[in-house]
């Protein structure tokens, strides 16, 4: 797959970020950004150490663990703790302008926008005395169709 611009800016922010750091820019943490932008979707850890290896990239859970934390620090990466569960991440440039829906049987994740919620989030932002940024809204429920439910994120 060819790497897109989109990446190498990316790459360029965390490369600038690492060496503020003084953390080591290896190789393996750059082609992590890749196959996170292949997948564009959510995902967690373990879903990114299968689908990496199960590309030929030998790398280790600790790196994929360590690696997530850096991206999520350095604002590449939106970490969602739903439900719970494990965090799942996406790019944070697929941000802000969606919120989600989790199924807590399967935990099935779909994206939503309803400029509603925008509305809401400014007046109440205004009315206590803040300057709106951003926001994350989740909606717990369950799959509508139970038949359909056990369809899970694992693809
Ligand atoms: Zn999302
Ligand atoms: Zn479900």
Redesign the pocket.
């Known amino acids: 797959m060819p790497v897109s611009a989109d990446n190498e800016s990316l790459k360029k922010q965390f490369a600038e970020f690492l060496k503020r750091k003084k953390y080591r820019g290896t190789q393996e943490r750059f082609n992590v950004i890749d196959r996170i932008s292949e997948l564009d979707r ?1 995902f967690n850890a373990d879903e990114l150490y299968l689908y990496m290896n199960g590309r030929g990239d030998r790398i280790s859970r600790a790196t994929i663990y360590s690696t997530l934390d850096l991206l999520t620090t350095c604002g590449i990466l939106m970490k ?1 703790r739903f439900q719970g569960g494990s965090a799942h991440f ?1 790019l944070a440039s ?2 802000p302008d ?1 919120d ?1 829906l989790i199924c807590v049987e399967c935990g099935r ?1 779909e ?1 939503f926008r309803d400029e509603r919620i925008d509305e809401i989030r400014d007046t109440v932002s205004g009315k206590l005395g803040f300057r709106p940024m951003a926001h994350s809204l989740q909606i717990f429920a369950t799959c509508h169709d139970p038949l359909a439910c056990p369809h899970n994120t694992q693809e």
Do not use: D, N, T, V
Request: proline letters at 0%.
């Open positions: 959510h969602h996406e697929r941000m969606h989600h994740i994206e």
